[in-house]
């Protein structure tokens, strides 16, 4: 298995881009931030005010800088990713918005630096697909939350239903193509399947757990030129494989994601059906 620290190496080279784009990708997946606040706080706690809560892998800060706003000034909550530059983006962020009740640190999900007990809630947004542990982060999620405290995680639903996804990877696929993932290794996809990331909850401990499919529109309102630059700025595989490609082919496969993006475009909004998956429970 791979190291913690190797499998964050794409996650380094990602992060000035997630920090540019962090307004747009925040407001495409708002749906996914009132799942997981719902599934794995208010269904559990009843109310966000006052509680203290978690956020691992937060990237360059969500959903920690939503709830920030939503716990009020006697709640508080703690962002970790293990990209120092997303934690510093974050942080950056916070202070932007003169955010007293929020911070970000550096850790792993497998390595919280809190105490037992410490918090109200923990989510994780995009992120538990990413571990090459994820029985020991959710371990440790669990380790850190207070009896009765609520856990979610949101991950990507089936490939096929996200072609938000898919009319980049079909592109490219077409002239380099990637073995599948080996079974267990880190990658969006990895628990889109029903009832894998629920075993890993029971199994770490989770009690009164659920999964379930959100379908909801990944909307925003960037041209589908814009569209095109982020989406390859942002993913490491992308990235990499277009600079595998010919110049002509390169050419072909952003010829190719524009016409497809634009099926999906009307009123200068693009707007892509999205399947996600968002597994919760509570610790006893
Ligand atoms: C897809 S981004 C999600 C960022 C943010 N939560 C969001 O939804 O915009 C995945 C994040 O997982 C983080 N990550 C990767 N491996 C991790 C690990 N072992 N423990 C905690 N976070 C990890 C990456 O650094 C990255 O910021």
């Known amino acids: 298995m791979k190291r913690n620290e190797d499998l964050i190496k794409g996650w380094i080279e990602s992060a000035p881009f997630w920090e540019k784009y962090h307004a747009a990708l ?21 109310q966000l005010a006052g509680q203290a809560i978690l956020d ?5 800060g969500e959903p920690a800088l939503t709830l920030a706003g939503l716990v009020g000034p ?7 990713d293990p990209v120092p530059a997303m934690v510093e983006a974050a942080r950056r962020e916070a202070a932007r918005r003169q955010l007293a009740n929020v911070r970000f640190e550096v850790a792993f999900a497998d390595r919280l630096p809190f105490p037992d007990d410490t918090f109200d809630a923990v989510l994780s947004r995009f992120g538990v697909m990413f571990f090459p542990a994820p029985l020991e982060g959710i371990r440790e999620m669990l380790r850190v939350l207070r009896s009765g405290g609520g856990i979610a995680a949101a991950v990507w639903g089936s490939a096929d239903r996200n072609p938000f996804h898919y009319i980049f990877s079909r592109a490219i696929d077409r002239y380099i193509k990637s073995p599948p993932p080996e079974p267990g290794a880190p990658d969006a996809f990895r628990f889109a399947e029903p009832g894998e990331l629920l075993a890993i909850f029971k199994v770490a401990g989770a009690v009164d757990t659920s999964d379930r499919i959100l379908q909801f529109q990944i909307q925003t309102s960037i041209a589908v030129e814009d569209f095109w630059t982020m989406r390859c700025e942002i993913s490491e595989k992308f990235r990499e494989k277009l600079t595998m490609l010919t110049k002509e082919q390169a050419t072909e496969v952003r010829r190719e994601v524009i016409t497809a993006a634009r099926t999906y475009s009307a009123n200068d909004q693009l707007r892509f059906p999205a399947e996600i998956r968002v597994v919760s ?4």
Not at 26 to 44: C, W
Not at 56 to 60: D, N, Q, S, W
Not at 281 to 284: D, P
């Open 56 to 60: 691992v892998a937060t990237g360059p």
């Open 74 to 80: 006697k709640g508080s909550v703690v962002g970790v």
């Open 26 to 46: 925040n407001a495409m997946f708002v749906p996914v931030t009132q799942s997981l606040i719902h599934d794995g706080i208010a269904g559990v706690a009843g």
């Open 281 to 284: 429970g509570r610790k006893l």
